[in-house]
């Protein structure tokens, strides 16, 4: 009866890596035992992302061991940690899209370069996604699967992986790409497999997920742990990684909106039915909804002077070959907002670059003006990473995502348009992001906000529309359920 | 009685045009389907087209040639590999230098060969048609001079054809192959390592161009001269964007560029064909193949990492 302890499922011990010098981890200790959802939290930066590459034999520690189940994981091969039994489920998606599901299972969870027998493999597919109470079609090509289904097939690969004796799977930001639906259905699958006695390693920075699903957490701040043990409060596990940060929830304005700043009256085409709506001086508006349910076309209509589109208010100067200049924030920050490979000065001096004082009327740039120009911004909008001749592509995506917010808000524009503002930041940058909102409604701007994450969307949002299958309409109240049935297309408000 | 004969030689040299081709195509298939676009295959062909014929001539063994221009052209790939996928550097400006590179050598090493006196193959050294060794199976209709009565390269680029049509469909290695050059970063996500499978397919296509060259040099001619391969290399990667990536479409492609080269060569013999120029016969076969590109290329995608070097930054 009394037989020795079994040593824990898996146990990292003094793990320490650096990167140029600059600690990644540093001595980091936890352990897990078999069968439980445990979650690993920190920022973007904590080291989550390097302790799990070296979980999965990506990297190498500098010093440290990790055991499964007592027995050392040989570093620096993800072959090696799928025979330990450690499965990996990326951030990004490793599906080549053009392939099949079968295709691309027996490329994750295969071995050798000989005859593959893909009937064999698709029965395999079928009974590990069955027990999971999931439907997967083996011949389905990935590029027609949504991002829910594909999640289940990097999932099931994993555990193919492991051949049924998965030990241990890492979800590295499992729900980072997922609608509020698609997590409540991920979520069981995720304790059948703990109960099925397979430990779950839930890497997360969405507290309120952590909360329905793991019962212990190991936290992570700079690289070291900060607290290893039964979860905590909201609050207490928020300070315990970002330190000490001021809440962003309660935004909202309190004085009441000034002169209409956007009018959109029954805009449709690109998919959308009888769009309208108004944002005036000194609200933000926020459009919650799926991703794919008209943003896209929205936007467009709105920066392309469609018909249905005005802005009154909005000086005539302010337009620019049949697009409106105002203070935009594109979705795609790195393709849409900044030109990469140029310096700070210059990314931060774009759209106004060939007009006064920047420029001499007969087109002499004045550089010295570029660069105080540029200086001036990184101090009073606090960019840290670099100065006015850095490249935009070696800032963090927070430091970038300022850049732009420098650009897009220092002039006090009457209309500002920002979509998905906070994708791929952390805590901290996210809440300086919704402050730098809420500032430029405060002085007297006009927001419309269209965003993915609610919690978010409803900590500054003064008025929330909701975007779904390309009709919009109001909520009806700020509750949370009843917005996101909304943006899942319930028909009762 | 005479139309039977013509078609028959028409096919004939249709085969014997498409044989070179085949061979240097899949090898290339292979490498941009791993995400390699290596035009410097052109040069890779002259450097075993050389190599072969000064490796015969020297030896009097054609398979010591044969060996020789593998081994020559795998050194040249080796040297585009080291330049474009281990130092990263732009995969057209790598595969231009080793086109220039070959022209250069081979041109310094044909004075060579002049100087020594090496500028024929010894009598009866060269490969010759019928590589079953029996004559009867050439007779057979159709089969005979579309299959036997060519050179032993032509079977084994049809060998050659199916076991990679099998690789690319059947086995993990044609996924690894196909992933390494859709989605590098997948791929390295689940422990490939994409540089060595890179290497590989470079290297492999190397030797494909390299036995295509020397099919030029010791059996369709037993003959080198300076530049040999005329832009071969070239129609190669053509024919392989032609063909979509797939193994059935490049046979196909080859096919009917060897046609229309087997039909250039016909009309010129032609009477009365003496009034046209006869660079504009040679032209008609590059002419074909631009018209079917053109009308081949609209909707092809390719693999999407083709030319991209490996880590990106």
New interface residues.
Partial sequence: MNGPVPPPRIAVAGVSKSYAGIPALDGVDFQVPAGVVHGILGENGAGKSTLMKILY??VRPESGYVRVDGVDLPGG???AA?RAGIG?V?Q????????TVV?NC???A???????DRAAWAARIRQFAGRLQWTIDPQARIADLGVGQRQRVEIVKALLAGGGQTRVLILDEPTAVLTPQEVDELIPALEALAAGGTTVLFISHKLHEVERLCPTVTILRRGRVVYDGPRPERDAMTRLMVGEVPPVLGLHATASPGESRLEVRNLEGGGLHDLSFTVRAGEVVAVAGVDGNGQEPLIRAILRDARAVTTPGLAPEDRLGGIRRLGLIPDDRQHEALVLPLSLRDNLVLKEHRRFPFATSWGWLRLGRWRAHAVDLLTRYGVRGGGPDTPAQDLSGGNQQKVVIARELHRNPGLIIAVNPTRGLDLAASADVLRALAAARDAGAAVLLIHHDLEELLAVADRVLVLFGGRIREAPSRERSAIAGLMLGSPTP | MSAGILVDALLTGAVAAATPLLVAGLGELAAERAGVLNIGIEGLMLAGCFAAFAVTAATGNPWLGLGAAVLAAMALGGVFAVVSLTCRADQIVAGMAVNLLAVGGTGAAWRILQDRGLTDLPAGSGFTRGWTGIPALGELPVVGPLLFDQYGMTAFALVLAGVLALVRRRTRLGLVLHGVGQDPHALAASGVRVLGVRWGAVLFAAACAGLAGAYLSTMRTHAFVPLMTGGTGFVVLALVMFGRWSVGGLVVGCLLFGLAESAQQGLQSLPGARVVPHQLFQALPYLVALIALALAGRSAPGPAALGRPWPER
């Fill in positions: 034999g990506l091969s993800p072959a799928a990996m990326h990004h998606f490793a599906l080549v899209d053009d392939l295709d027996i490329l994750g295969g071995r050798g370069l000989g005859l593959v």
